[in-house]
């Protein structure tokens, strides 16, 4: 079966300084690993995934990842957080072909000025 | 812009009273998702849909709840009897060949 864990419920960073969201999976086989974000009142929105390849994922919002298979891991990381950047994040792995994704718990972000 | 669209975004309802929700995924997706989202319990993948039938809803109460896919355009998520524990965010999402999941912006519903 698969699953993720968020290990952080929470996380307070200042304006202007770097984050990093962990995540850890667990899955038989190849995964499919994404970091969504969700902003108050609103729904999921994609920001960036990994099938194969580069173990570094370039993302929107200047958000990137890594997949590290030794680890079972795929940390978010942006390295100047901006008040725009407070929400909730959700990691999320899933199958080759197979949209039936298992999400994290989630990871609430808050940016302080 | 494509986007997946839900309706209504909110609802207040009366335990007892019969719930529907709808969903038009994005045009040529062809695996349609329901989700629930409340506090305690995170996302739970309630149903899905792959080229409208149902591949797996062992995560929705089947006593109340049933969900459709009356054609490619439209998914229905429908409550009856409602109840006060079923107060949550309802998302519906989309995929087509991208392996990506596109969410719709939810709909709120509170049952008193």
């Known amino acids: 079966a698969q699953s993720v864990t968020q290990p952080d419920i929470h996380i307070t960073v200042s304006e202007g300084a770097s984050l990093e969201l962990r995540c850890n999976y667990s899955y038989g086989a190849t995964p499919y690993l994404f970091w969504y974000v969700q902003s108050p009142g609103q729904g999921l929105q994609l920001l960036l995934k990994?099938?194969?390849?580069?173990?570094l994922v370039q993302g929107i919002k200047g958000f990137e990842a890594e997949f590290k298979r030794s680890q079972s891991s795929f940390n978010l990381r942006k390295p100047s957080v901006h008040w725009s950047d407070a929400a909730e994040y959700f990691c999320?792995?899933?199958?080759?072909?197979?949209?039936?994704?298992?999400f994290g718990a989630g990871t609430t972000v808050t940016v302080r000025a | 812009d494509a986007r997946v669209t839900q309706t209504p975004r909110h609802k207040v309802t009366e335990m007892g009273q019969e719930v529907t929700m709808r969903c038009q995924p994005i045009?040529?997706?062809?695996?349609v998702f329901w989700y629930r989202q409340t506090m305690m319990q995170g996302l739970e993948l309630l149903a899905y849909f792959r080229n409208r039938a149902p591949l797996d809803d062992s995560g929705m109460p089947k006593d109340r709840f049933s969900a459709e896919m009356p054609d490619a355009t439209l998914a229905t998520l429908k409550i009856q009897p409602s109840e006060p524990r079923d107060s949550a965010v309802y998302f519906c999402a989309s995929g087509g060949h991208t392996g990506e999941l596109f969410f719709g912006e939810g709909s709120r519903l509170t049952v008193l």
């Open positions: 999320a792995v899933g199958a080759a072909n197979d949209y039936k994704l298992s």
């Open positions: 990994y099938f194969s390849g580069d173990t």
């Open positions: 045009l040529g997706h062809n695996t």
